[in-house]
């Protein structure tokens, strides 16, 4: 699977296991930054891993600030992303089989790096589940994404 990944200045340690994690189970990175611990604003690098999913350059997105908020927050405003922040395994897990969620936002102060394998291993092991009451969910929210979003 191809997998865009984003972080700010709190979450660069965690992104450094997440590629690991990654690699290890032959994943294709697109890794959008940053590249450092020093300060920067998370939008730029949630939104760059975001816009590769909406493009459809990358299936899915990992994002890791200080919380998970922010990434979180800025990921939803990209047409076509849907975003959560999850520190427990059902939810990364059940949010991509209910809700179709294509971006992973982790909480780098929140959560340690066993936890963290767990998450994306959840969260890329799930797939959504067609043809149930939920898909016809996710229609309503898109129908909606779209009337909203020109």
């Known amino acids: 699977m191809k997998i865009a990944i984003g972080c700010d200045h709190a979450g660069f340690a965690l992104k450094e296991t997440v590629l690991k994690i990654l690699a290890e189970q032959k994943h294709t990175v697109i890794d959008c930054g940053t590249n450092s611990c020093e300060s920067v604003n998370f939008a730029d690098f949630g939104l760059a891993a975001a816009q590769k999913v909406a493009n459809r ?20 405003k990209v047409k076509g992303v849907r975003a959560c922040v999850c520190h427990d395994a059902y939810s990364a897990r059940q949010a991509v089989e209910h ?52």
């Open 57 to 76: 350059e990358a299936e899915r997105a990992i994002l890791i600030c200080g919380s998970g908020v922010g990434m979180c927050i800025a990921a939803n």
């Open 99 to 150: 809700d179709n969620l294509n971006a992973l936002c982790l909480g780098a102060r929140i959560i340690g790096p066993a936890l963290a394998e767990d998450l994306v291993k959840q969260f890329l092991g799930a797939t959504f589940k067609t043809g149930t009451r939920h898909e016809e969910r996710l229609q309503k929210i898109l129908a909606f994404e779209n009337a909203h979003f020109k």
